[in-house]
């Protein structure tokens, strides 16, 4: 069984508040979403990830697991699995950029030493730093934002997110610039749940070739609060080690 919780915003002086429900899932509930980023520079625009997958979530809207495969980028097809624990997180990731690395017979490189998921360096900078799952950021965006039909467009501070939402908080960029404005668009269904999510910010600070560029990330949500079984791979296809030389590898590797 899912219930809800309830987000709402008055947005218009004088307009009635908007109301959007996160579901509060059971334990192997969640979302299922599909995703593309593009990275800009100026007029140079290309697509470079498409996302497909599951997010498990908590009944804080949290994000306790997660199964995605991300195509296009310069190491083509990858799937990644996360865990997140009380203390700590554990990844796996397979194709990609970590095939080359791993050990015959294996097709899945495991990383457990984690203070939390990292799911930046899963996902790549390009991700999604909205949650719509959480209630407090739900409540955030309606709070910052503007309605026109059924849809809510904003903008909020990378400081103001993070203060709000756990997945943000976890999240490797979100503390480079936290002046950095990320603008959004949510779109609601009839039944008040999020059906899409866009947002877009511009690098500031952080890796030096990533400043100056711009990221856009559309995601579409699907089946909030239906069943979303993630396992951990085979142990038997999974190592823990990486046979490269470069000491990153030992460590993490980047997306």
Known sequence: MITTLVACGALLAGAAPVQAETPVAVPGHGVRF???????EGADER???RRKGVFELNAKGEVVALDVTTTGGEYGRERVIGFNHDIGGTAYRSGGLVTKYLEKGKTWWKNAHQLHLW???????DEQLVNPAEPATLAALLKNGQRS?????????????ERVSRWAEHSTHIGWDPGTRLSYTVTLTSGGLVSRVRSTFTFT????????KTVHVDTRYSRWGGKVPIKAP??????????????ICKFRLPS
Do not use: M, N, Q, W
């Not at 849809?151 to 909020?156: F, P, R």
């Open 119 to 125: 799911h930046s360096e899963l996902l790549g900078h």
């Open 205 to 212: 600070g952080g890796i030096d070739e990533l400043v100056g």
């Open 34 to 40: 599909t995703e593309t980023a593009t990275f800009s």
């Open 47 to 49: 697509e470079e990830h």
């Open 234 to 247: 085979d142990p038997r296809a999974t190592t823990t080690e990486l046979s490269c030389a470069e000491g």
């Open 149 to 161: 039909g059924d849809t809510v467009t904003g903008a909020i501070t990378f400081k103001e997110l």
